[in-house]
């Protein structure tokens, strides 16, 4: 009975050795054709950015585009229940070692915040992290996705084409 025992644990022993092989060899696999993108810099901060929170409660739609000088950057926010919203200007970025803060003003210094981590090339690049308004926001899980794209009109039109598919 003790072999019998025995030699089921050295069969569960090897099942699990094996497990952690396979997945470790699969992750490997996976990350090898994953492309790696730098962090982001001031340079590859310029172009036109979009994003999207309140999803499920009270939506809004940002756009900014961001130049060369902070001063001709701008960040749009509308909500799409109203078509409403107001522009801001950009009072203030940093970026370092892909860090991103970013302060957005109305009037003042009463505007948006957003900060996170930020990765891209020339191509594609994106900051995910929190944004906040007023005041920074607080510390904890990124909650906002900032796409140097024009993604959420394509959402926008992808909604629009898959309504049409619906036969009426």
């Not at 948006?112 to 930020?118: A, H, K, L, R």
Request: charged content about 20%.
């Amino acid at each position: 009975m003790s072999s019998a025992v025995a030699q089921l644990r050295l069969v569960r022993s090897m099942r699990r050795v094996l497990t952690i092989a396979i997945l470790g060899l699969c992750g490997s696999v996976a990350q090898s054709n994953q492309t790696e993108y730098p962090a982001l810099t001031r340079e590859t901060l310029v172009g036109t950015w979009e994003g999207l929170i309140g999803i499920g409660t009270h939506p809004v739609v940002f756009h900014a585009v961001i130049a060369a000088r902070d001063s001709d950057s701008y960040l749009s926010e509308i909500y799409p229940d109203s078509m409403k919203g107001r522009l801001f200007r950009l009072k203030s970025c940093t970026v370092a070692d892909g860090k991103v803060s970013l302060h957005f003003v109305e009037s003042g210094d009463y505007g948006y915040w957003i900060e996170g981590q930020g990765h891209g090339d020339k191509d594609f690049a994106w900051i995910n992290g929190r944004i906040g308004l007023p005041n920074k926001p607080d510390a904890g899980p990124s909650s906002f996705y900032f796409e140097r794209s024009t993604w959420v009109q394509k959402l926008s039109e992808a909604a629009v084409h898959a309504a049409e598919k619906i036969p009426k």
